[in-house]
């Protein structure tokens, strides 16, 4: 496993480009008899793998594309060399997540050695564009196909790094959504000395900003935590210096919990421009809305299997970012998300401990047996 996971962060698969893990990947599972299948949108690669032809269809969803690195000058040890070092693997991608690939890859061999004929199919479903614009095309289609021909998941592993301080600490049940927008605040440009002449767009988004901040959206629940709103960018000014910009462009986003709705989200933030009296353009954009997994057959044996295996009760939550585990909601899937700790991932020295890698392996094994 460590010297397959080595052979993938040393592939340069920076988003939304695979580069050539699939390759490997895909001879692998060949030995293993799966069915592989490259499905392609646009600039983005997809690898489906199955397995087995009769009962009901797990799969193991991940991705192997990667952020950029930063500063290349700033890492201890280069980016793509997956250096080890006390017992913890360095590069970019071995925490998020193809160490979780190469763990879940071990455990199904090692599971089909045992077990030649399954009672239930596995598949594997992995995609070079989690980490880029999902308007590039590639699980959802994917979803909407499996829809279309009736052969839908039915049980979802996602191996995306859900630890916080020890190995199987939490995994998420649920993600939030995400709702982002871009919007112009419209001012009136002049001349920085005449201030009766202009209407100035940085001053006039000041009190909105004010606003949104302490803005209360809602108080979430026992699995989501209350919906968050961030500002992410702000660009105004017309590279002179005596010159009042004529408008001011915000980009934002709203991490929302299942108490929220995409249209009650819009229509409170358009409201608070509309009492400040703006003059604004705004634009939308949905990229997943909240998904929980209330069924327990997934659930209870994924925190079965961290519990034989750690000793942990897993801590059940909605957390996080999201994930492409919300397309596969529409199919009214089992999805649990369980992989190593999150503490470096999209970091400076992104690493993962080797003894937790081998730790995942034996937890994704035991819920292959436990499904049979």
């Known amino acids: 496993m460590i010297n397959f996971l080595q052979k993938l962060i040393q592939i340069e698969s920076i988003s939304p480009k695979d580069m050539g893990c699939f390759d490997l990947i895909e001879e692998r599972l060949n030995k293993l008899n799966f069915n592989c299948e490259r499905i392609n ?7 489906y793998a199955t397995y087995g032809e009769t009962g009901k269809l797990f799969c193991f969803l991940g991705h192997t594309d990667v952020v950029p690195t930063g500063p290349l000058e700033n890492w201890t040890y280069p980016p793509f060399s997956a250096h080890i070092e006390d017992g913890m693997m360095y590069g970019r991608g071995t925490a998020d997540m193809k160490g979780s690939i190469a763990a879940f890859l071990d455990s199904v061999e090692e599971f089909l050695k045992e077990t030649k004929e399954p009672n239930y199919r596995i598949s594997i479903l992995l995609t070079s564009n989690e980490e880029g614009n999902a308007c590039d095309g590639f699980i959802d289609r994917i979803v909407d196909d499996m829809i279309d021909k009736a052969d839908e998941i039915d049980y979802c592993l996602v191996g995306e790094p859900t630890s916080n301080e020890k190995l199987g600490d939490s995994i998420r049940v649920g993600r939030r959504g995400s709702l982002s927008g871009e919007l112009r605040v419209k001012g009136k440009q002049g001349h920085i000395a005449y201030p009766e002449n202009v209407k100035n767009p940085i001053f006039l988004s000041s009190d909105l900003i004010v606003k949104l901040k302490n803005k209360v959206w809602d108080n979430g629940n026992a699995i989501f935590q209350p919906t968050s709103f961030q500002i992410s960018n702000i660009a105004s000014g017309t590279g002179a ?3 009042v910009p004529g408008h001011l462009d915000m980009v934002f986003n709203f991490r929302f919990s299942t108490e929220s709705t995409e249209s009650s989200l819009r229509d409170e933030f358009e409201s608070i421009l509309q009492s400040l009296d703006l003059n604004y353009d705004i634009d ?12 327990s057959t997934l659930k209870d044996i994924v925190v079965n299997s961290i519990k034989k295996e750690t000793g942990i009760d897993a801590d059940k939550n909605a957390k996080g970012g999201t994930s492409d585990g919300r397309f596969i909601a529409k199919m009214n899937t089992e999805i649990i998300e369980l992989g190593p700790l999150n503490k470096t991932i999209h970091q400076i020295d992104e690493c993962v401990s080797v003894k937790d890698l081998e730790t995942l392996k034996a937890i994704y094994l035991g819920v292959l047996k436990e499904l049979n």
Not at 285 to 291: A, E, V, W
Request: zero cysteines.
């Open 41 to 47: 949108y646009l600039n983005v690669e997809n690898l």
């Open 284 to 295: 939308w954009y949905l990229s997943g809305l909240p998904y929980l997994t209330t069924d």
């Open 241 to 243: 210096k005596n010159v």
